[in-house]
């Protein structure tokens, strides 16, 4: 399993664009790469998932680098209710049979204030 | 959408007692789920994974016997704490994945063990 690591906190200001980065350098061909938010006392929530290059939802977007060695989630416009623990996570998404098991690092703690 | 709801939320015991907890998929259907535990301020550790009519696979360092996994159908996994001590209180969260390639997991929003 691919290796994750993340900043353990950052801070920001309601109205700011977030970029968090994390690093996967011994990530896999077949890995997928997907990031949660987290609420305490409550499961993780998924935002985004991506393979390469950029992918874009309603909440964020995800830029992967051609390397794939690190991806970048970025948070247009955070609000006070963004303030949350980010983890960034790589699994082969099912397709070696493996059930698309993942290993949770520390996450990133995002502190949103007015 | 993709929902997955766990319960109890939240459940009180006393040492020796088994806990049941339940994990459903909603709205999907589900051919492997997972079974995470987490302390406070710590990030989520893997348990056990379990696939639809199968048994259930342990990490390292987690008793199946002490933890026993079942996964009946493909909305429905179980996770007993068998013989419940004050150390295994924590916060169990399960997920979910649908059948597909490159599916992500949805987790439930997990229960708070106390054992007394």
């Known amino acids: 399993l691919a290796k994750t690591t993340q900043p353990i906190s950052m801070d920001s200001y309601e109205g700011q664009e977030v970029n968090i980065t994390c690093s996967h350098n011994n990530i896999a061909t077949n890995d997928y790469i997907t990031w949660y938010q987290q609420f305490p006392s409550q499961g993780p929530r998924f935002i985004i998932q991506?393979?390469?290059t950029k992918v874009t939802n309603e909440v964020a977007s995800l830029f992967i680098p051609a390397d794939r060695k690190s991806s970048t989630l970025s948070l247009p416009r955070v609000s006070l209710s963004d303030t949350a623990v980010y983890y960034c996570?790589?699994?082969?998404?099912?397709?070696?049979?493996?059930?698309?098991?993942?290993?949770f690092g520390t996450g990133t703690q995002l502190k949103v204030e007015l | 959408g993709a929902v997955v709801s766990q319960h109890p939320s939240w459940v009180i015991c006393k040492s020796g007692t088994s806990v049941k907890i339940e994990c459903r998929s909603l709205d999907f259907q589900a051919t492997t789920m997972f079974w995470y535990r987490q302390f406070p301020k710590q990030s989520l550790m893997l348990m056990a994974t379990s696939n639809e009519g199968s048994k259930a696979t342990y990490e390292q360092g987690v008793e199946k016997d002490k933890f026993l996994i079942n996964h009946a159908s493909l909305t429905l996994s179980t996770l007993t704490v068998t013989s419940a001590h004050p150390e295994d209180s924590s916060f169990y969260i399960c997920?979910?994945?649908?059948?597909?390639?490159?599916?992500?997991?949805?987790f439930g929003d997990g229960t708070r063990l106390s054992i007394l």
């Open positions: 997920s979910a994945r649908r059948r597909g390639d490159n599916q992500p997991q949805h």
């Open positions: 996570l790589v699994g082969d998404g099912g397709l070696t049979g493996g059930g698309n098991k993942l290993t």
């Open positions: 991506g393979y390469k």
